[in-house]
């Protein structure tokens, strides 16, 4: 156009793309970290909810034990309280994440807002962590010596 206009911005293809993403990469690297804080705080709320119930229900858990209640059936019990509180936040969670994903619907590369295998991934991610947070209290609680909590009072 103009063989004398100065060129002011020489850049290759590759690093314009890069810096176009930048801003992108950055928002979705927050919103990771964000995702993990918040996958270690639900795991840390569920084993500390758990622990506290098995502690203040030991003796209940000792007159089962008393009474013919097998370990696993005492295991199953507490991890089923456990589990319980998992799926009610992962309904409200769902619902939130659906909501959510109208927001950064701009933000999302090669997927669908309701991209099924996402959330299945992240469904079953959180079905493993608490389960896991559900498994230290329900051993503890499995591992009662009926005989000690009894005569506890």
């Not at 293809?13 to 928002?27: G, N, P, T, V, W």
């Not at 709320?45 to 229900?57: D, F």
């Not at 034990?65 to 998992?86: D, E, F, P, Y």
């Not at 939130?96 to 469904?123: E, H, K, N, P, R």
Request: contains cysteine; hydrophobic residues 55%.
């Amino acid at each position: 156009m103009d063989k004398d206009q100065p060129i002011v911005r020489v850049a290759t293809m590759d690093d314009l793309l890069a810096e176009s993403e930048a801003q992108r990469h950055f928002a979705l690297v927050v919103f990771e970290a964000f995702g993990f804080v918040a996958l270690v705080l639900a795991a840390v709320g569920v084993y500390g909810v758990l622990s506290g119930s098995v502690t203040e229900r030991m003796r209940e858990i000792g007159v089962r034990a008393a009474l013919g209640a097998s370990r696993g059936n005492i295991l199953a019990l507490v991890m089923r309280q456990g589990m319980t509180l998992t799926t009610i936040g992962v309904a409200i969670g769902l619902g939130a994440a659906v909501a959510a994903s109208q927001a950064i619907v701009s933000m999302l590369y090669g997927i669908s807002q309701f991209d099924a295998i996402t959330y299945a991934g992240v469904i079953a991610l959180l079905a493993s962590v608490s389960g896991i947070a559900c498994w230290v209290p329900a051993w503890r609680a499995a591992q009662v010596d009926p005989s000690i909590t009894l005569r506890a009072e």
